[in-house]
């Protein structure tokens, strides 16, 4: 005869999902969602949906909108318990895209992911976020969280997010001013901020072993290598609105993924080329130990990292010196990295020289 097996009942937490965790986490986010409240905020954290009215500033508003993730960096954020920082590439990631249409950003919704949540890893995330908001201005009104055991090995998590902006549809900044003779000018980096990550862990598994050696902690040009290398991106929203309320902006590009070789191009018409200076700029330690230990070629460095230089704006020759002081007085550091020239038949769209 079959014989019965009693079983005992299961829960969601049996299945590796602890709602209380959860509910937890909700309760440390309120008060970091808060500080970054600003006007058109109607309902935010904890609802089905986040409500935001556009300001009655805008007479005829387009909504911009990005969402990006902050990629295999996290894997330097786990092997280097670097949760506080990883939150800011998230935000400005999305809010340096839609910048460079002229758009202020308005709000930000992010989504964290784990096998299993540790509240005060995410807790750390999730303040990182609210910074990156607070620093650009846009609300933080919604996100999810999702524990979902077996998908995510113990300690790991992902991050996507998304923001949301507006733009007076007379004010979008789409690059099809530009022309031969305007000015190319450049706003320094923080470091490689969160694009060729995959080729920095090789790197630094080439010349020390692991991504978490000792030498991680080794002083680099004032401070340990692993905050060099873990440097939150730089966001320019502040200083950039103020810049296009002041003067004319003809082009902005954000240097990210494709590095300063196929950004660029992204905001050139057709007929122009952008021949940028490598000696105008000073690049940053970071990138002269990444490309001496992995051998890089100068033309893959320009192709994928940014070198130094995070976003590059397109000004008219008359407006560049005082488009400098602007931003320098916004305590950015600016470079007039090249300029612009009729582009040659079957050239590329954007030079280093």
């Not at 387009?62 to 295999?72: K, R």
């Not at 930000?108 to 949540?117: E, N, S, T, V």
């Not at 290398?229 to 730089?234: D, G, M, S």
Request: aromatic fraction near 6%; include cysteine.
């Amino acid at each position: 005869m079959g014989s019965t097996q009693s079983r005992s009942s299961l829960s969601y937490r049996d299945a590796g999902v602890d709602i209380d965790a959860g509910d937890a986490l909700v309760d440390r986010i309120r008060p970091l969602a808060r500080r970054t409240l600003r006007d058109g905020v109607l309902a935010g954290i904890g609802g089905f949906g986040a409500l935001f009215e556009v300001p009655k500033r805008y007479r005829e508003p387009v909504l911009v909108s990005g969402t990006d993730g902050v990629g295999t960096k996290l894997k330097l954020a786990f092997a280097l318990d670097g949760h506080d920082t990883v939150g800011i590439d998230l935000v400005a990631m999305s809010v340096n895209d839609i910048l460079v249409q002229g758009a202020e950003p308005l709000f930000f919704l992010d989504y964290f992911a784990c096998g299993k949540l540790d509240v005060d890893v995410a807790a750390r995330v999730v303040g990182g976020i609210a910074r990156g908001c607070e620093q650009a201005g846009c609300a933080l009104i919604g996100g999810e969280t999702a524990e979902m055991p077996d998908m995510y090995p113990a300690g790991e998590y992902d991050l996507a997010g998304f923001a949301v902006g507006a733009v007076e549809k007379s004010a979008i900044i789409d690059g099809s001013r530009i022309a031969p003779g305007d000015v190319v000018l450049g706003l320094a980096s923080s470091g490689a901020h969160s694009n060729g990550y995959s080729l920095v862990r090789r790197v630094i598994e080439r010349a020390w072993g692991a991504i978490d050696a000792p030498q991680m902690h080794d002083d680099f040009h004032g401070r340990r290598f692993a905050d060099a290398v873990l440097a939150p991106t730089r966001i320019y929203v502040r200083p950039v609105l103020e810049l296009i309320r002041a003067l004319p902006v003809k082009g902005i590009a954000h240097i990210t993924g494709g590095g300063l070789l196929e950004n660029v191009p992204r905001v050139l018409p057709d007929g122009v080329q952008a021949v940028l200076h490598r000696d105008a700029w000073t690049m940053p330690p970071l990138f002269a130990w990444l490309q001496a230990h992995g051998r890089i070629a100068d033309a893959e460095m320009h192709r994928v990292f940014n070198c130094g230089i995070g976003m590059v704006i397109v000004v008219a020759a008359a407006d560049a010196g005082r488009a400098e002081s602007m931003l320098r007085a916004a305590a950015e550091t600016v470079y007039r990295v090249g300029e612009i020239v009729e582009r040659p038949d079957g050239a590329a769209a954007t030079i280093v020289v």
